[in-house]
């Protein structure tokens, strides 16, 4: 499958990868614990359960770092924008120690993983800042500031940031972390392999069944049957359970790697308020590279998508003398209406099968203390920092307008095996993308560089949803829940779980 763009970290990491499991009969197979998804969450979770004398399989849709976690920028940090005193007002100060609690944990799994197994990961240990792009953000960065004494976070406020644009005061959290998140997953993914964890790429479970003692999840390789299932899909993909895709939304960013003239500067930031600029330096052996982020907007709103990184390329352009992009990319993350992700039961009426998902681009530390509140959960054992996540919580701060949005473009009308004439094809320039109306049915179409043209139906096979065409990165994007294919339909991105109609041309 080809995907739109490469990452920065794909390009660094090849090689780690050992190969893969390939072309498998997975009919009647039996696990212990069954993973959904092998990204950092999937991979973390199997890790913290290697050692217990289970039986571990894990399923990865794709090849593993085609998620989320091969796009992001992996800043390891609990600082989470501008969150503490947002916590403490609208939660309590309670889960706001629950949910710090957890990522501190979290990144100290990160740590300890990379320590015990000397993973060469270019992980380096960073302060994290917030930082305020205009006078009136200073007020909140105090506020911020005084719930981090009330959570002892160890904060600190400065007013001198080594960043070139201009800036009026950042907070600062100490020995957070930074790495190459490819190069940690892929160590991860060996070390689980010589520790007899089985794990199949290209394997997508499309169907989850609970019985009383164990859990069918059906594959186009066969059901394979589990007592415990964690789907750590990134957006929960089984619509049957949690209605999960009334609580989540995608938001996406766009991500810039350049090398610059100016020296690497310590320290990983990011401001709290549109437009949003983070930065921070990959250091690495070979080069250091400037990662810069920005451009946020809800997945599929966007009417250009190339204006965000034309957005972002001004900014470089701006702070920095005659950058040289080195790489470009996009991805998007699930988040929740109360910003809180979803750690724990799929659902209150299903026991055994569990997720975490939600992670609002703050997924390095959560992904780690997901994996610590669902290995625990498998073995039995408590922990006291997991009931702030608690999927099925009461959330006091839900935003119905944003709520009611996740459901809107409901596609109207169905178009299965239609074909559509040469003639009734708009003249259309290469790579460019297109719904036309035909005979009263929507079709999308595409032509590529070399002149062929694909058509297809522009319904998400997710929950039905109009699809539209993504400019940028030639994809065609669902603005409800996120799912992604390419020109031909293939599946880039779940939840979406079938590939689109493909529809025939008749010449
Ligand atoms: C632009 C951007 C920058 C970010 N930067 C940071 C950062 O600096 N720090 C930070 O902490 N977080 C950051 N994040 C968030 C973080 O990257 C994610 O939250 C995290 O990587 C999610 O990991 P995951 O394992 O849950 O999901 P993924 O990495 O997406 O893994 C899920 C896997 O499940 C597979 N899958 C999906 N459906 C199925 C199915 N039906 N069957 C089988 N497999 C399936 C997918 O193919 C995928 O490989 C950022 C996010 C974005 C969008």
Known sequence: MEYPRKSYWHYTAEGIKRPTNQAVELKDRKFDVLIIGAGITGLTTAYLLKDRNLKIGIIEASEIGYGVTGYTTAKITLQHDLFYDYLINNFSLNEAKQYKRANEEGIKVIKKIIQDNNIQCDYK????????????????????????????????????????????????????????????????????IENNCEIYENVRALNIEPHNNHIDVETKAGTIH?????????????????????????????VIAARTKEEAFEGMYINNYDPVYSMRYQFSDKENLLILAGGNHRSGEKDDENESYKELERFLKNNFKNPEIVAKWSTQDCMTYDKIPYIGRYSNSIDNLYLATGFKKWGMSHSAASALILSNEILGI????????????????????????????????FLNRLSIPYEGLPDLNPEEGKIIDYNGKKVGVYKDEVGDIFCINPVCAHLKCALSFNEAEKTWDCPCHGSRYDIKGNILEGPTVHPLDKIKIKK
């Open 226 to 254: 589990a007592d415990k299932v964690v789907v750590a899909s990134h957006y929960p993909f089984d619509n049957s359970f949690g209605l999960y895709f009334l609580r989540l939304y995608q938001d996406k960013s766009y």
């Open 382 to 413: 408590g922990t006291d920092y997991s009931k702030v996540f608690d999927p099925f919580r009461f959330t006091p701060v839900q935003s119905s307008k944003e709520f009611f949005s996740s459901v809107k473009s409901i596609a109207s009308g």
């Open 125 to 192: 240990e960073q302060d994290a800042f917030v930082y305020a792009a205009s006078e009136d953000e200073v007020k909140d960065l105090k506020k911020e500031f005084e719930a981090y004494k009330k959570l002892n976070i160890d904060g600190f406020y400065t007013e001198t940031v080594p960043l070139p644009n201009k800036v009026y005061g950042a907070i600062g959290v100490r020995n957070q972390g930074q790495f190459n998140p490819l190069k940690y997953l892929y160590s991860l993914y060996n070390i689980l």
